[in-house]
């Protein structure tokens, strides 16, 4: 059982940014794809986008598709997920997840941390 651990919630303005960050064990980092999905209340689990490997290797969600990337430290074993420009509609809690392959869909997705809150205020 890998244990992710993700940090950097909070709240921002509309047109704002945050970094969320994703804390995992040097194994998993260097063996599972690492996915952000995020849950609004009464909505179903959004794909937010996935890297594995380099930070260049990333598929972002057409949603957030030139506001969000996805960047990774090898030195410290942290995956990012950059949030530009954010926007009401953004708010969520956000989770980091592992998988054996970069995947949009949250049934492949092995270990999840518990989440951290974003809120956009307009």
């Known amino acids: 059982q890998e244990q992710l651990v993700e940090s950097g919630g909070g709240v921002a303005r509309a047109g704002g940014s945050l970094t969320l960050s994703c804390a995992i064990n040097?194994?998993?980092?260097?063996?599972?794809?690492i996915g952000w999905f995020r849950q609004a209340p009464g909505n179903q689990r959004e794909f937010v986008g996935t890297?594995?490997?380099?930070?260049?290797?990333?598929v972002i969600a057409d949603a957030v598709k030139g506001r969000f990337t996805i960047s990774r430290d090898s030195a410290e074993n942290m995956v990012y997920l950059q949030m530009n420009d954010l926007k009401p509609e953004d708010t969520a809690r956000y989770y980091c997840?592992?998988?054996?392959?970069?995947?949009?869909?949250?049934?492949?997705?092995?270990?999840w941390g518990r989440g951290t809150q974003v809120t956009v205020s307009s």
């Open positions: 997840a592992a998988a054996p392959i970069m995947s949009s869909k949250p049934q492949h997705y092995l270990n």
């Open positions: 040097r194994r998993a980092f260097n063996t599972y794809a």
């Open positions: 890297n594995k490997g380099s930070g260049d290797n990333s």
